[in-house]
């Protein structure tokens, strides 16, 4: 067996792992989920995209409402290294090349999935990057939340704690934000349900100050978003689970006003949406980053996110134009709303940065608790002086 042979024979690892936890076996499956992987076409020396695994077995389930074929991985496409390559099992309609799936799940035969540590050399032109590890051109107000991150949550059990209004979702909330939140929501990495609740709390707020608390009614993305567990659960068990979201979906509806639109975010497994539900008329609308995943025409509608990790970042966006818009619930009203394809970097640092001065707002109550050095640029923040330019804070 020649040298060559040998470096590119290994593909996805066939084995378990053991962590300190009570000695826990790991499957195969739980193992290589969420890794990042090379794509290849016919050979495994041929690369021609970067993803990351979302499912290793995918027999029996559903993907752009067709069934993984046998054998096959779902995979998300991050980056593409060869736009023009044809896709192994295309989208009809929908994504025939690589370059078209890009942002979006596809499927893959396993036996060309190959580990990133493992993908075979190949010849690529490498891009230079000013800053890999902080972006310098992110929100001020961003930054000085990220700053406090660092230094005052970087203990274990640390976090901002954030009690919200309860006509937000009918009920006391408290909301525990702490660094798994914030440092993705800086490195504008995918965001977690917590990011989206403090946004809503944020529109909600501008709401109750515009008159606008009975047009617009928000549902708690924690009550109803897939769990990374359910998937391991049998069926009688999941018929049980979505029995419960479908009745807490039903009562939030219930309770809506007439001309009252229902925003509902909802993550269907590492990507998030927003459901637009009128109750009174019966008329739901899908607003999807990914929208080329849809089918239907009538379901289509906002900008599409220019990679795999905007998803949340757009929901919010949405929810905002929404809000702002006064929007209706009638298909022109939306229509008119979202006429972009993209949005623009500014447009998605706006929302990072109200999501940031509202975080840092609700610190202003407990600034004689956070370490001293942050103190006083927390409340900087807070007053607005920092917006103005004061003081010149250098990025680390």
């Known amino acids: 067996m020649s040298v060559d042979k040998i470096k590119t024979e290994k593909s996805v690892p066939n084995y378990e792992t053991l962590i300190d936890d009570g000695m826990k076996v790991l499957s195969k499956d739980e193992y290589l989920q969420g890794k990042p992987v090379a794509l290849t076409l016919v050979s495994k020396t041929n690369v021609v995209a970067y993803g990351t695994i979302v499912d290793v077995n995918g027999a029996g389930k559903l993907l752009h409402g067709v069934p993984l074929p046998m054998n096959c991985m779902r995979v998300s496409v991050d980056e593409a290294v060869e736009k023009s390559a044809l896709l192994p099992f295309p989208i009809p309609n929908e ?46 107000s961003l930054h000085i939340l990220y700053c406090y991150d660092k230094r005052g949550l970087k203990i274990p059990g640390k976090h901002i704690s954030m009690f919200l209004d309860h006509d937000l979702f009918d009920d006391e909330y408290e909301l525990l934000v702490d660094l798994e939140d914030i440092t993705p929501f800086y490195l504008l990495e995918p965001i977690s349900a917590n990011c989206i609740v403090v946004y809503m709390w944020i529109l909600f707020k501008k709401m109750k100050k515009d008159n606008k608390v009975k047009k617009f009614r928000f549902m708690n993305p924690h009550t109803i978003s897939v769990m990374p567990y359910v998937s391991k659960l049998d069926e009688n068990e999941k018929i049980e689970h979505l029995n419960s979201w479908a009745s807490v979906l039903v009562d939030r509806l219930s309770g809506a006003a007439r001309n009252q639109l229902v925003l509902v975010p909802y993550n269907v497994g590492c990507h998030w949406i927003l459901t637009v539900i009128d109750p009174y008329v019966e008329v739901v609308y899908l607003l999807d980053s990914l929208s080329h995943r849809n089918r239907y025409e009538d379901w289509k509608y906002g900008p599409r996110q220019p990679d795999a990790k905007q998803c949340g970042y757009y929901l919010m966006r949405f929810m905002k134009e929404i809000v702002e818009e006064n929007a209706a619930s009638d298909k022109d009203s939306l229509s008119s709303i979202f006429m972009k394809t993209v949005y623009s970097n500014e447009e998605i640092d706006e929302v990072r940065s109200e999501w940031a001065e509202c975080v840092c707002k609700t610190l202003c109550f407990v600034l004689f608790l956070t370490p001293i050095s942050v103190v006083p640029l927390v409340a900087l923040v807070v007053f607005g002086l920092y917006e103005l330019g004061f003081p010149k804070v250098t990025r680390e």
Not at 106 to 121: F, G, I, N, T, Y
Not at 123 to 137: D, Q
């Open 95 to 140: 994504c025939d090349t690589v370059g078209d799936a890009i942002g979006t799940h596809v499927s893959c035969p396993a036996h060309l999935v190959v580990m990133k540590d493992e993908k075979p050399q190949r010849k690529k032109i490498v891009e230079k990057k000013s800053n890999p590890v902080l972006p310098s051109n992110v929100p001020r």
